[in-house]
């Protein structure tokens, strides 16, 4: 079964960067979307990025020209980069693997927390 580990959240300052990394321990086809997701203190997890086999993208219109998502088929890993970070960008946030068949991982979540 595929698992999924987040890394590289922590503490930064209002306008800074931040990038989080997704590691498959199982196999991650190139097919399967991958995405990244956050939730905010008493919020509803929302979507944040996905990036497709064809390595296009799509981004919600809050981190549109802050965050980039990439992938790295080689190494079954998915990243967010995150610049000019906001403290609304406080939240947990979560790597999502989706696959044509309806399956869906997620990981376990890394914290990000924005303050000055």
């Known amino acids: 079964q595929v698992q999924l580990v987040e890394s590289g959240g922590g503490l930064v300052q209002p306008g800074g960067s931040l990038r989080l990394a997704c590691a498959a321990t199982?196999?991650?086809?190139?097919?399967?979307?991958m995405a990244w997701h956050r939730q905010a203190p008493g919020k509803q997890r929302e979507f944040l990025a996905r990036?497709?086999?064809?390595?296009?993208?799509n981004y919600v219109d809050s981190v549109k020209g802050r965050f980039t998502i990439s992938r790295d088929s080689g190494k079954n890993s998915v990243f967010l980069q995150m610049n000019s970070l906001k403290p609304e960008d406080t939240a947990v946030y979560y790597c999502?693997?989706?696959?044509?068949?309806?399956?869906?991982?997620w990981g376990q979540g890394t914290q990000v927390t924005v303050s000055s």
């Open positions: 999502n693997a989706m696959s044509v068949d309806g399956d869906s991982y």
């Open positions: 199982g196999t991650i086809f190139d097919h399967y979307v």
């Open positions: 990036i497709f086999s064809s390595g296009s993208t």
